[in-house]
Structure formats: structure tokens, C-alpha cells
């Protein structure tokens, strides 16, 4: 992983999961925002530059994304209402991310295929860490994994969090910025060190 990746996961986690509620299920909800946004962002761009219409492009995809980010609102009031409340504004906090903006408007022009495979391997591996990240404030900071359910949000109490002081701290926003750092520091480095290996099964065949 370069440094432009370590700097749009940092500016990413700050815009987007560092003010979410510490919650996996909360995690979940916007993973799957983040992905729908970026599989439908790719789509869109390859369609403004299959049809030449880069004139109006930045404003066709910013209102189709603003337009996916509010179905799914519906869909979350509709479905699940506790988490539509718990997100709040949160749930807008992807559209304007820098890192899909970054992709949607800075990528040069490229078939589809590659277009999409490229796009959402960044985004799922944004994911893993998104996911790794909410995981750990869930547990430490409240003592408990929250799950999405055809009923709302189950919450399995694992431990009593408020009898260990230091683990509460990790429920707080301070709390997220010491686990943004200490999870993408030991992300990074696992990254690295599979890059590593395939390298050099490379270099031996």
C-alpha cells in the first residue's frame, strides 16, 4: 500500500466512520452504502464517457449518488428505523467522501470491466477495514455486537463495558481516532507484507 492510499484511508475514516456511532451494525450499513455508491458511480461515469457528456457529468453523477443515498434512507426508515435514526446525517457522510470523489472524478478514461474491478477492489478493501474498525469499537467501547435482523438490531451483550474504564474510552470520538490509527498501522502492514509474498512467488516462477 502507497502513501496515497494510507492518505485517502485516513481521510476517509475521518469523514465518514470516525463520527458514526460505534456500532457494527452501523458498519455494516455503511459498507454496503459505500460499495452500491461506488459499483453505481462507475457505471454512471462509464456512461457519461460512452455517450461524450462530460459537460454535465460531475452534476449527473453527484445527483444520481444523492438520489441512491436517499433510497436507501427510505429503505433504512422503512426496514430498520433505529438504525436510520442512530446513522442521522452519518448515512450522507460517503456521498461527498474524498474517497469516492477521488474515483469518480479524477479516473481516467477505461473500459468498463476494468473500470468496475478496479473501483470496487479499492472499495472492498476499504471495507475490510471500515468493518475491522466498527468491530472493535462495538466490543471494547460497549461490550457488545450489534447485528442487522429482519426484526431491527440485535444487540449481544458480551461483557459489561462500564466496569472497565479504560474500554469505554474507545466508545468516545477520541477513542475512534486512537483505533483509526493503531487498526490502519497493523491494516497497512499486513497489506504489505501479502504484497510481499506474492512478489516473490513472482519472481520465483
Aim: charged content about 10%; glycine content about 8%.
Amino acid at each position: 500500500m502507497n502513501k496515497k492510499s494510507i492518505y485517502v484511508y485516513i481521510a476517509a475514516t475521518l469523514a465518514m466512520i470516525v463520527p458514526a456511532p460505534g456500532r457494527f451494525a452501523c458498519g455494516v450499513v455503511l459498507v454496503l452504502e459505500l460499495n452500491l455508491l461506488m459499483l453505481v458511480g462507475t457505471l454512471v461515469r462509464a456512461f457519461i464517457n460512452r455517450f461524450n457528456l462530460q459537460t454535465t457529468g460531475n452534476v449527473l453523477i453527484l445527483s444520481v449518488m444523492i438520489a441512491v443515498t436517499m433510497f436507501m434512507r427510505q429503505i433504512l426508515v422503512t426496514t430498520v428505523p433505529e438504525m436510520a435514526v442512530q446513522l442521522g446525517f452519518v448515512l450522507y457522510l460517503p456521498t461527498v467522501s474524498s474517497f469516492l470523489i477521488g474515483y469518480m472524478f479524477g479516473e481516467e478514461q477505461q473500459s468498463l470491466g476494468r473500470a468496475v474491478s478496479r473501483n470496487m477492489l479499492h472499495s472492498l478493501s476499504y471495507s475490510v477495514f471500515a468493518l475491522v474498525f466498527f468491530l472493535f469499537r462495538d466490543v471494547a467501547g460497549f461490550g457488545t455486537i450489534t447485528l442487522l435482523t429482519g426484526h431491527g438490531v440485535y444487540e449481544k451483550v458480551l461483557f459489561d463495558s462500564g466496569k472497565i474504564n479504560a474500554l469505554v474510552f474507545f466508545a468516545t470520538i477520541p477513542g475512534a481516532l486512537v483505533c483509526t490509527s493503531g487498526i490502519l498501522i497493523l491494516y497497512v502492514y499486513i497489506i504489505n507484507k501479502f504484497a510481499i509474498v506474492e512478489k516473490a512467488e513472482q519472481e520465483n516462477d
